[in-house]
């Protein structure tokens, strides 16, 4: 691609992401947080810098004198008086290529399971103090003794272990089902929140193999995975302008069924498009890397 193509393309993106990110840039010199909008950089180990950086993905070189800066960033490497991803960069992350394109086909091909109503959010504040609860900055719209009648009568069905992992320790043994990192393979639906939010770690994952169009379209549904997740949950978010999804009530958990299907009808074709991204990166790794895969293991 020659400057004239892909800069008005890292222009663009660059403008696409900013009102994901300044937010988060003016905040955090302050010691400010927001549960919503900071959460994909705190639960994810991906800075807004990295995030804004445009990559073309697997097998364009960027011609140009611009494209030299891509080489200071991890997998890239010169080619033919330009730039482009390296497959070299993918010999140390073989494994993490093969689990993410299991667990991504494994999502795909099972029901989604819609009678988990949330409550993961539920039951990480469950048997709590209301001053221990994970986001102190926000208050709660209900009290204790109704979250933990709410979960009991309810129950929990959480299949993710990201999320299974902060249930506190009078929840946990409540959970229908023991998620661990070696079953989550095994465990993943398309149902899941979290699952869909995983889908930016999958993609960032393999930057700069995975183009930034398909990295900008998972953190978009990512964030609004995140914003049901809180509007489903036991806080007050009424300062971020959403309404709650009371999920305590039978209508509530009709309201959140629906959101949940909406959100997984956004969902499917990015897993799949994700999906056939890394199986073809996974095809069209050097056989170095293979080799090298081998051996290690």
């Known amino acids: 691609m020659q400057p004239e193509e892909w800069l008005p393309l890292a222009d663009a993106h660059r403008r696409r992401v900013e009102p994901w990110i300044e937010g988060r840039l003016a905040r955090r010199p302050r010691g400010q947080s927001h549960a919503i909008d900071d959460f994909l950089f705190e ?7 990295r995030l804004a950086t445009w990559h073309p993905g697997h097998g364009v070189v960027l011609q140009g004198v611009e494209a030299r800066g891509y080489l ?7 080619e033919g008086g330009g730039v482009t991803a390296d497959p070299e960069w993918l010999t140390a992350r073989r494994e993490r290529l093969t689990l993410a394109i299991r667990i991504l086909s494994g999502t795909l091909g099972r029901p989604a399971m819609t009678g988990c ?8 504040v469950y048997g709590l103090d209301p001053r221990e609860v994970r986001h102190t900055a926000l208050p709660l719209r209900i009290p204790p003794e109704a979250i ?19 249930f506190t320790v009078d929840a946990t043994p409540r959970n229908a089902l023991v998620p661990t990192r070696a079953s989550q393979p095994d465990l993943e639906q398309p149902g899941c929140l979290h699952a869909s939010m995983d889908l930016y770690k999958y993609a960032m994952w393999f930057q700069p193999f995975v183009g930034s169009d398909l990295v900008a379209d ?31 009530t039978p209508r509530g958990r009709r309201a959140y069924a629906e959101a949940q299907r909406a959100l997984m009808s956004r969902t499917a074709p990015l897993r ?14 050097p056989a170095n890397v293979l080799t090298h895969s081998r051996a290690a293991r």
Request: glycine fraction near 4%.
């Open 117 to 124: 109503f949330g409550l993961h959010e539920w039951a990480m």
């Open 43 to 49: 639960y994810y180990p991906f800075s807004p810098s």
């Open 72 to 78: 200071d960033l991890a997998g890239y490497r010169a």
């Open 218 to 248: 998972c953190f978009e549904v990512a964030r609004a995975a995140r914003e049901l997740d809180m509007r489903a949950s036991p806080y007050d978010v009424a300062e971020y302008g959403l309404t709650p999804i009371q999920v305590e």
């Open 272 to 285: 799949e498009r994700l999906l056939e991204a890394l199986t073809r990166l996974d095809r069209a790794a």
């Open 148 to 166: 933990t009648r709410a979960v009991d009568e309810i129950g929990l069905r959480c299949t993710h272990i990201d999320a299974y992992r902060f």
